[in-house]
């Protein structure tokens, strides 16, 4: 009974995880109707500074801190040369984001190679919290913490600021909130650079989970598109769900059926969009 | 169908005349243009004639590359194994083209992407069968009644033959009833659907045409690489494929061919040079869409506009002269 817990929790804190990566990419979908197809390589790219900042005997949160902060310049780095020119333009937003995926990957492992490397959790985290027989690493209950933070920390953004309140009209009427004297550019960029940041964010945090290899980057976005396409386009509350039960379901899957972990979660997304083509709380999209 | 018949003998001929000016690596390059270019052509297809943007493409070249490998084990006939490749590539593409196209523009892409990275975790994983990340060597050998061909001549002439016979049979389906209903679907779905057409149908039957074309441009591959690994599903590949469309042009049948064409000179040049090769890529596709306006074709097109209307304006100035001698004398 102790392993099935402490599986769930590894399913929960993997679960939260992905949810922090789809949190990013839904709110640029959701505000900017832009598919983010570099968000993966922004994930690794946050993991592997941390990395380095790590190496040179930098504080993890301090190094997690820098990592954000970088992540974020590049998201308005990037949005302010490329992503503007192509709103709109769904096609265009894809072949652009998917070229700067490649591109950024290729960086990565010119910097830091194709050795798979590992980044530590804090010393602080690095211990385990034990209830009568069980054991929980806490590094993944932090994990699962910090999840459960971001999301009400984005309901509450979203539902009870003005920018939040911006940002809904923005996705509903464009034209009008310009017309209403808001600088929806200004709006975007920062939707962008929030959206990298919490990609690096996710990265940092996702590290000492699932460890740094060339082709994470790939295989985090596939995972997150699904979360985010089984929970319905632009639904926090649908990412949330879908994530957790992705995050359990593949590690239950990973200790049940080895080899077929990824299948079960293609199963489920198929399943998903045959009951439900828009996702399970997305809204009708033309 | 006068077109069909022209750009036919034009293919016919410049396939026939390039041996002239090629060296063996020259043929071996154009070898894999020709294999590349019904891959691109098969997404050229559903991108532009479909409006349905594939980010897993690559997965159905993966299946025809591995059938060819795992089950040209047991069935050394060619034709029956190309057979076999090609209706279990447009099956899968039936079955899951039937869910995918219930979807719309961004869930498709999503849906595709994470189709084309399962099978990449498939042909990984099922290591028994495939190799695993290791990959496998093919055994069976082109034969297509006439003894085995393994020159790279004859693989020239034979992937050769086969891209004609693609391009052929795409523009019979672009030109006809169905392939104009389809491309009207792409233009305004909601008014094709109120004229009565099915449009599921003619989407599902794109996307199955297109599917199957890439199963046969994996399992051409697979004899002449003689060797698979799972790479051929990854979305780095799938990535490439795209790029060739766009480089050539979204909305043409040929266009992604010379994307095919251009891409894979370009790759070869460049890795001679730099390491750097997913990192030109993906500049390259940037500058594209930011200043492309439609890839080559289009440009070509652009250029005999300018020549054609040149054309036309000194003719209507020599007329002119005409006239004004006339008047004069």
């Known amino acids: 009974m102790s392993i099935f817990y402490a599986q769930l929790l590894t399913g929960l804190a993997y679960g939260m995880l992905y949810f922090m990566i789809a949190a990013g990419l839904t709110i640029i979908l959701g505000v900017m109707n832009v598919v983010n197809l570099a968000h993966g390589t922004l994930f690794m790219l946050g993991a592997y500074i941390a990395f380095t900042f790590i190496s040179d005997e930098l504080n993890f949160w301090i190094a997690l801190l820098l990592s954000v902060l970088l992540t974020a310049v590049l998201g308005i780095i990037l949005e302010k040369l490329l992503i503007k020119h192509v709103y709109g333009k769904e096609l265009e937003q894809v072949l652009l984001t998917f070229g700067l995926s490649f591109i950024i990957a290729d960086v990565v492992k010119w910097i830091w190679g194709t050795e798979m490397q590992t980044l530590s959790a804090p010393a602080l985290l690095n211990a385990s919290l ?157 | 169908m006068k077109k069909i018949f022209l750009y036919t003998v034009l293919l016919i001929l410049l396939v026939l005349a390039m041996p002239l000016g090629l060296s063996d690596f020259g043929m071996n390059l154009a070898t ?156 305004n779905e909601a008014r094709m659907s109120a004229l009565g057409h099915n449009v599921r149908i003619y989407k599902l039957l794109a996307y199955t ?49 010379v994307g095919a064409g251009v891409f894979i000179y370009l790759q070869n040049f460049m890795s001679t040079y730099t390491e750097r090769w997913p990192m030109i890529m993906g500049a390259l596709l940037i500058i594209l869409v930011l200043i492309g306006k439609g890839g080559m074709i289009h440009w070509l097109r652009y250029v005999k506009d300018i020549i054609f209307l040149r054309k036309q304006i000194d003719e209507e100035a020599t007329q002119n002269q005409v006239k004004k001698e006339e008047v004069v004398n």
């Open chain 1, 130 to 286: 034990s209830i009568g027989d069980m054991v929980f690493p806490l590094y993944r209950l932090f994990v699962v913490f910090i999840g459960c933070l971001l999301a009400l920390l984005l309901w509450y953004l979203e539902s009870k600021t003005r920018i939040g309140a911006i940002i809904r009209a923005g996705v509903d009427d464009r034209a009008m909130v310009g017309a209403l004297g808001i600088n929806v550019g200004l709006v975007f960029t920062g939707v962008f650079a929030f959206g990298a940041a919490l990609a690096g964010l996710s990265g940092v945090l996702g590290g000492p989970l699932i460890g740094m290899y060339t082709g994470m980057d790939s295989e985090i976005l596939v995972t997150s598109l699904i979360v985010v396409v089984i929970g319905g386009l632009g639904s926090w509350k649908g990412s949330f769900i879908s994530a957790i039960l992705i995050g359990v379901i593949e590690t239950f899957g990973k200790v049940w059926f080895p080899s077929l972990s990824m299948l079960i979660v293609f199963l489920i997304m198929i399943v998903v969009l045959i009951i439900r083509p828009q996702g399970l709380f997305g809204r009708e999209v033309a």
């Open chain 2, 32 to 187: 894999e243009i020709y294999i590349m270019a019904i891959f691109s052509m098969s997404l050229g297809l559903i991108m532009g004639y479909a409006g349905m943007v594939s980010l897993g493409h690559a997965g159905f070249f993966g299946i025809g590359a591995y059938t060819v490998a795992i089950i040209g084990q047991y069935v050394p006939n060619t034709y029956l194994l190309l057979l076999i490749s090609v209706v279990i590539s447009g099956l899968i593409a039936l079955i899951t083209g039937a869910v995918f196209i219930r979807t719309s523009k961004f869930y498709f892409l999503m849906i595709t992407l994470a189709f084309g990275q399962l099978l990449y975790v498939l042909f990984w994983q099922l290591k028994p069968w495939t190799g695993g990340a290791d990959g496998m060597s093919v055994s069976a050998t082109l034969n297509l009644g006439f003894g085995e061909i393994v020159s790279p001549n004859g693989f020239y002439y034979v992937m050769g033959a086969a891209f004609i016979i693609s391009y052929l049979l795409l523009r019979l389906f672009v030109e006809s009833p169905a392939g104009k209903i389809t491309k009207g679907i792409m233009e």
């Open chain 2, 209 to 257: 045409l297109s599917g199957s074309l890439a199963g046969l441009a994996g399992s051409l591959y697979s004899y002449f690489n003689v060797f698979v690994s799972p790479d051929l599903s990854g979305w780095t590949f799938s990535g490439q494929v795209m790029v060739m469309v766009i480089i050539g042009g979204v909305g043409t049948l040929l266009g992604p061919a």
